[in-house]
C-alpha cells in the first residue's frame, strides 16, 4: 500500500475514521471540561490530573479481566455498544453537584469499557486493511486523533469559558451518540477473529502468551513507560496555566500530527525502523526545561516539539505487528492500548502527587527526566539481548521478523 488514497478505497476504512474522530473529540472536550470543573471545585492539581487520566488507571483492570472479547466479540455491535456506554457516563459526569468521589468512580468505569475498546478498534483496522497497509492507516488514525485534540481542546477551552463544564460534558456524550452510531450504520457485520467466549482466563492465557516473547516485553515496554511518563507532564497543563491549559493541550496536538505525518508518510522504511528511541528522547527531553518556569510562548513550543516524539508509536507498533500472529492482533493492540493508557493514568496520578508537594513546573521536570532514564535503559536492553529475531523470539514467533529500532 503505497499512499494514503489507497486507505480510502477500502470501503470500511473511512466509517471507522469517522466514529473513532467522533469518539476522541468527546473524550477530548469532555476531558478537559472535567478537569477544569474539578480543578474549580478542589483547587487540587493531583485530583484535576485524575479526574483527566484517570480512566486509564482502570485499563489495567480491563486488560486483566475483558480483553479477551476484543477478538470474540462482533467489532460492529461492539463499538456500537461501547460507544453509547461511554454517553451514558459522560452524561452522569454532567449532572450538577456530582461529588468528586462519584466523578471519579465513573471515570474509573469509562476506564474499563475503553480497554475493551482499543482491542476492538485498531484489531478491526489490521483486519480490514492489508498487511502493508497497517501502519499507513494508523498513522491517519494518529493524525485524525491530533486534528480532534486540537480542535476539542481549543472549542472546548472556548465553550467551558462561554457556556459552563457541564454543557460542554453533555455536547461530548451526544458525539459518543454519533460515534456509536457511524459504527452502527457504516460498518460491516463481521464475525469475531477467533473463536470461544470472551472469559477472564482466555484474557489471562493470551495476555501470557503476548509476554512470553523477550522482544514483544521490550516492546511493550516502550510503548507503555516513556509515553506514560510525558502525559503526566501533560497532565499538569491545568494547574501549570489554568487560563492556557486548551491552548497547550492544543499545541501538543498539533506536535502529534506533524511526528505522525512524518513517520507515517514522509520517513523511507530503511530510516523509520531506526527512530524509535531518538523519537522517544524528543518526546520527553523539551519538557525538562519546564522547571524554568517558561512564558505561554516557549512552552507552548516546547509541547509542540515534544509531541513530535510521538510518532515513535508507529514505529513500535508496526513491530508488535510482525511479532504477533494475526488472530492475536487485536488482543494485543488492545494489550498495548490498555497498558500505555495504565501508564499514563498512573503518571497523571504521580504528577499530580508531586505537584502537589512542589510545584507543577518542578513535577514536569521530573517526569520527563524519568521518561529519558527509561527510554535510554530500554534502548540498552534492546541492544544487549541483539541476537537474531530467530533466537530472540519466542516458539510463536519463528519465522517473523521484528523490525529494527524498538
Known amino acids: 500500500m503505497t499512499g494514503y488514497r489507497q486507505l480510502f478505497r477500502t470501503r ?10 467522533a469518539h476522541t473529540a468527546a473524550q ?24 483527566m487520566f484517570g480512566a486509564s488507571l482502570a485499563q489495567v483492570l480491563g486488560a486483566t479481566f475483558f480483553l479477551s472479547g476484543a477478538d470474540r466479540l462482533p467489532p460492529r455491535t461492539a463499538l456500537a455498544g461501547l460507544s453509547l456506554a461511554f454517553a451514558a457516563a459522560t452524561a452522569v459526569l454532567a449532572v450538577p453537584g456530582l461529588p468528586v468521589a462519584a466523578v471519579l468512580a465513573v471515570v474509573l468505569v469509562q476506564g474499563l469499557v475503553a480497554a475493551l475498546g482499543g482491542g476492538v478498534r485498531w484489531g478491526l483496522l489490521n483486519e480490514i486493511l492489508p ?15 491530533g486534528l480532534m485534540q486540537i480542535t476539542g481542546y481549543a472549542t ?32 460491516t457485520a463481521r464475525p469475531p477473529r477467533t473463536g470461544g467466549r470472551p472469559s477472564v482466563t482466555a484474557t489471562w492465557r493470551t495476555n501470557a502468551l503476548l509476554w512470553s516473547s ?37 499545541c501538543a496536538a498539533l506536535g502529534m500530527l506533524v511526528g505522525d505525518l512524518a513517520v507515517g508518510r514522509l520517513l523511507p522504511p530503511a530510516v523509520r525502523t531506526r527512530m524509535a528511541t531518538p523519537l522517544l528522547l524528543l518526546l520527553a527531553t523539551p519538557y525538562v526545561f519546564f522547571v524554568l518556569r517558561p512564558a505561554l510562548p516557549l512552552a507552548a513550543l516546547c509541547a509542540t516539539v515534544a509531541s513530535v516524539g510521538f510518532g515513535a508509536s508507529l514505529v513500535q507498533q508496526e513491530r508488535l505487528m510482525a511479532l504477533t500472529p494475526p ?12 497498558g500505555m493508557l495504565t501508564l499514563q493514568g498512573v503518571s497523571a496520578a504521580l504528577a499530580g502527587a508531586m505537584a502537589q ?20 535503559a530500554l534502548a540498552w536492553a534492546d541492544r544487549r539481548g541483539g541476537t537474531s529475531p530467530a533466537a530472540a523470539a519466542g516458539p510463536d514467533d519463528v519465522g517473523r521478523i521484528p523490525l529494527a529500532g524498538a
Open 12 to 21: 470500511e476504512f473511512t466509517p471507522l475514521l469517522l466514529s473513532s474522530a
Open 28 to 51: 477530548t472536550a469532555a476531558g478537559l471540561a472535567l478537569g477544569t470543573l474539578v480543578y474549580r471545585a478542589t483547587d487540587s492539581p493531583l485530583l484535576s490530573a485524575v479526574s
Open 357 to 376: 508537594l512542589t510545584s507543577p513546573a518542578t513535577a514536569m521536570t521530573v517526569m520527563a527526566l524519568a521518561s529519558v532514564a527509561v527510554t535510554l
Open 131 to 145: 498487511q502493508d497497509g497497517y501502519l499507513p492507516g494508523r498513522s491517519v488514525f494518529n493524525m485524525m486523533s
Open 327 to 338: 488472530e492475536l492482533s487485536g488482543h494485543a493492540l488492545g494489550l498495548h492500548s490498555a
Open 214 to 250: 523477550r522482544p514483544r516485553r521490550l516492546v511493550y515496554l516502550g510503548l507503555w513507560l516513556p509515553n506514560g511518563l510525558v502525559v503526566g507532564c501533560e497532565a499538569l497543563f491545568v494547574p501549570y496555566d489554568p487560563a492556557a491549559a486548551g491552548a497547550l493541550f492544543a
Open 156 to 187: 472546548g477551552g472556548a465553550l467551558v469559558t462561554a457556556l459552563s463544564p457541564h454543557r460542554v460534558l453533555l455536547l461530548a456524550a451526544l458525539l459518543h451518540i454519533t460515534a456509536g452510531a457511524l459504527a452502527r450504520l457504516g460498518l
